[in-house]
């Protein structure tokens, strides 16, 4: 089906190896997006995520944000903070309300357009709208990925085994189901390293201007992005810096990645002066009052919860970290190698020491959705285990092995809702008996597990015969709307199951059909025979 595409369009990309691999990367992230719209379904509709939305809803519709909502008690008070005139503020980051503005766009033009009948199917077409979000944000972090590893000069199935590894067993795909601002930081500081190593290949300017502006909304998101700021400047400034020595070009590069970031970045100041009479004053001053733990906690017992506490730390979350070491070598033997590895090492243990101290125990202490800023960034550096492969020592093949289901595993649970979705669906049809005793499962606060525990008690459902009603989940008070909700794009489940109509499960069959053809796709452009190169063969 797509080879003739190929045949068409050889003459003019694959030609230029740059636009090549801008093809391969557009391909890869529209096979990641469907995957991950087959999957996705809650849009952070709860706690802070809805106080985001209510701050877009109100920049719309009053032109300011402020919190109405808190003020009528629809919002709960930790979510909100006393500004100017005495009324009330979030003190989260702007970005993540002006990514939601365009989706509260879409849900008016939705309903202009089709009127209320879309509620029929979706009960409410924001939230249809809104859970785009997540699932564009997660295929941007496996396309930047993949970007950054093929331009590397690591081979095209290398980059797309180590795109898939981060994409599909860590954290990324749970979180592409549930929207943080976490993984909206993270998707912007990735692709702006993708753009970095871009323009380190091609010195192309706009390149730089685009990663500063990346990480400037980055940073208007969550301020903890100036965390990977250091590691973005090792990449940008020192493999020329070793390679030329300095030179005055050198400080182009920080000033065209400055003016860039102020792209986004000026809106942060902006956006405390607005709400506190002061571009210093944060918001978290109050938050930290009223507020506990609070900033100055013990460094050792902090770090022990964030490496190793139970479904908890990041290395029961993302064991493949402790494989990097091993592997790090030969990394740094391939171009930028050295950099990318230290700038995301630098990146994961910075924001790791920070929340150490600054939310290191109690009940703050709930997942490695924090530390998410640094985890694809540093495990870039799993490419040589599918590089090198053939050639590795037995015990690191093993541990890679190893490792690499470890970490697939414990990000699983948060990817278990569609399957429920389809064992409800069967069971009302086939019911047969078993049980649903889930006391096996630790308690947490984790969004992760606490979304594995209810799939699963869905799944405990279809075993016991209860799923045989629809009464058995029917509405927003029980678990599946409190825990994780019935919002889109998970809605050809919800017209399936509480709809009954079936057709719409030809849905996620289409999505999964995308996503195999822009496997295939990237699979013909690569074809030695009609490039004309190896894949192995550097890029420019």
Request: charged share 15%.
């Given at each position: 089906m797509l080879t003739p595409f190929c045949y068409v369009i050889e003459g003019k990309l694959m030609r230029n190896p740059g636009q090549r691999i801008g093809l391969e990367v557009l391909l890869i992230f529209t096979m990641f997006l469907s995957v991950y719209l087959i999957t996705a379904s809650d849009a952070g509709w709860h706690n802070?995520?809805?106080?985001?939305?209510y701050v877009a809803r109100n920049l719309l519709e009053h032109g300011d944000p402020i919190l109405r909502e808190a003020e009528q008690d629809q919002v709960d008070q930790l979510w909100a903070v006393t500004g100017r005139e005495g009324r009330l503020y979030s003190f989260y980051g702007i970005g993540h309300s002006l990514l939601i503005i365009p989706t509260q766009i879409a849900t008016d033009?939705?309903?202009d357009i089709f009127g209320s009948r879309p509620n029929q199917y979706v009960p409410e077409m924001d939230r249809f709208w809104l859970g785009m979000i997540a699932p564009v944000m997660s295929a941007m972090v496996g396309a930047a990925v993949y970007s950054v590893i093929r331009q590397m000069d690591f081979s095209r199935s290398t980059a797309l085994c180590t795109a898939a590894v981060i994409g599909l067993g860590t954290l990324i795909w749970p979180h592409a189901r549930d929207l943080h601002d976490n993984l909206v930081e993270t998707a912007f500081v990735m692709v702006s390293l993708a753009l970095i190593v871009t323009y380190n290949r091609t010195e192309q300017v706009p390149f730089l201007v685009?990663?500063?502006?990346?990480?400037?909304?980055?940073?208007?998101?969550r301020t903890s992005a100036v965390f990977a700021f250091p590691g973005l400047m090792l990449v940008l400034l020192m493999p020329p810096?070793?390679?030329?020595?300095f030179e005055p070009r050198l400080l182009?590069?920080?000033?065209?990645?400055?003016l860039g970031s102020l792209i986004f970045a000026w809106i942060y100041p902006a956006y405390n002066f607005w709400r506190f009479g002061s571009?210093?004053?944060?918001?978290?001053?109050e938050m930290f009052a009223r507020d506990s733990p609070a900033p100055g906690q013990p460094l050792l017992p902090g770090l022990a919860t964030w490496l190793i506490s139970p479904w908890h730390g990041l290395l029961v979350f993302t064991p493949l970290v402790l494989l990097i070491p091993v592997l790090a070598k030969r990394f740094m033997a391939h171009r930028m190698g050295k950099w990318v590895l230290l700038g995301g090492g630098f990146a994961l243990a910075s924001v790791t020491l920070f929340y150490s101290t600054y939310r290191g125990l109690g009940k703050w202490a709930y997942g490695p959705g924090y530390l998410m800023i640094g985890i694809p960034f540093f495990l870039l550096g799993i490419a040589p285990l599918f590089e090198y492969w053939r050639v590795l020592p037995s015990w690191q093949r093993l541990s890679g092995v190893l490792?690499?289901?470890?970490?697939?595993?414990?990000?699983?649970?948060?990817?278990?809702l569609p399957v429920a979705y389809a064992a409800l669906l069967i069971g009302k049809l086939v019911p047969v008996k078993g049980g649903d005793d889930l006391s096996w499962i630790p308690a947490s606060h984790s969004p992760i597990v606490l979304m594995g525990?209810?799939?699963l008690r869905a799944l405990g459902n279809v075993f016991s015969g209860r799923a045989a009603a629809l009464e058995t989940i029917p509405d927003p008070s029980t678990w599946l709307d409190t825990y994780v909700g019935l919002n889109a794009p998970d809605w050809w489940w919800l017209l399936a199951y509480y709809r009954g109509f079936e057709p719409a499960l030809i849905i996620p069959v289409i999505l999964l059909g995308v996503a195999g053809a822009a496997l295939y796709g990237w699979h013909q452009l690569g074809g030695q025979v009609m490039l004309g190169v190896r894949d192995m063969e550097p890029i420019d």
């Amino acid at each position: 089906m797509l080879t003739p595409f190929c045949y068409v369009i050889e003459g003019k990309l694959m030609r230029n190896p740059g636009q090549r691999i801008g093809l391969e990367v557009l391909l890869i992230f529209t096979m990641f997006l469907s995957v991950y719209l087959i999957t996705a379904s809650d849009a952070g509709w709860h706690n802070d995520g809805l106080v985001r939305m209510y701050v877009a809803r109100n920049l719309l519709e009053h032109g300011d944000p402020i919190l109405r909502e808190a003020e009528q008690d629809q919002v709960d008070q930790l979510w909100a903070v006393t500004g100017r005139e005495g009324r009330l503020y979030s003190f989260y980051g702007i970005g993540h309300s002006l990514l939601i503005i365009p989706t509260q766009i879409a849900t008016d033009l939705t309903r202009d357009i089709f009127g209320s009948r879309p509620n029929q199917y979706v009960p409410e077409m924001d939230r249809f709208w809104l859970g785009m979000i997540a699932p564009v944000m997660s295929a941007m972090v496996g396309a930047a990925v993949y970007s950054v590893i093929r331009q590397m000069d690591f081979s095209r199935s290398t980059a797309l085994c180590t795109a898939a590894v981060i994409g599909l067993g860590t954290l990324i795909w749970p979180h592409a189901r549930d929207l943080h601002d976490n993984l909206v930081e993270t998707a912007f500081v990735m692709v702006s390293l993708a753009l970095i190593v871009t323009y380190n290949r091609t010195e192309q300017v706009p390149f730089l201007v685009g990663a500063g502006a990346l990480f400037g909304f980055a940073f208007i998101t969550r301020t903890s992005a100036v965390f990977a700021f250091p590691g973005l400047m090792l990449v940008l400034l020192m493999p020329p810096l070793l390679d030329r020595g300095f030179e005055p070009r050198l400080l182009l590069r920080i000033v065209w990645f400055g003016l860039g970031s102020l792209i986004f970045a000026w809106i942060y100041p902006a956006y405390n002066f607005w709400r506190f009479g002061s571009p210093f004053e944060t918001g978290y001053t109050e938050m930290f009052a009223r507020d506990s733990p609070a900033p100055g906690q013990p460094l050792l017992p902090g770090l022990a919860t964030w490496l190793i506490s139970p479904w908890h730390g990041l290395l029961v979350f993302t064991p493949l970290v402790l494989l990097i070491p091993v592997l790090a070598k030969r990394f740094m033997a391939h171009r930028m190698g050295k950099w990318v590895l230290l700038g995301g090492g630098f990146a994961l243990a910075s924001v790791t020491l920070f929340y150490s101290t600054y939310r290191g125990l109690g009940k703050w202490a709930y997942g490695p959705g924090y530390l998410m800023i640094g985890i694809p960034f540093f495990l870039l550096g799993i490419a040589p285990l599918f590089e090198y492969w053939r050639v590795l020592p037995s015990w690191q093949r093993l541990s890679g092995v190893l490792l690499t289901s470890l970490n697939i595993l414990v990000s699983l649970p948060g990817v278990f809702l569609p399957v429920a979705y389809a064992a409800l669906l069967i069971g009302k049809l086939v019911p047969v008996k078993g049980g649903d005793d889930l006391s096996w499962i630790p308690a947490s606060h984790s969004p992760i597990v606490l979304m594995g525990r209810q799939s699963l008690r869905a799944l405990g459902n279809v075993f016991s015969g209860r799923a045989a009603a629809l009464e058995t989940i029917p509405d927003p008070s029980t678990w599946l709307d409190t825990y994780v909700g019935l919002n889109a794009p998970d809605w050809w489940w919800l017209l399936a199951y509480y709809r009954g109509f079936e057709p719409a499960l030809i849905i996620p069959v289409i999505l999964l059909g995308v996503a195999g053809a822009a496997l295939y796709g990237w699979h013909q452009l690569g074809g030695q025979v009609m490039l004309g190169v190896r894949d192995m063969e550097p890029i420019d």
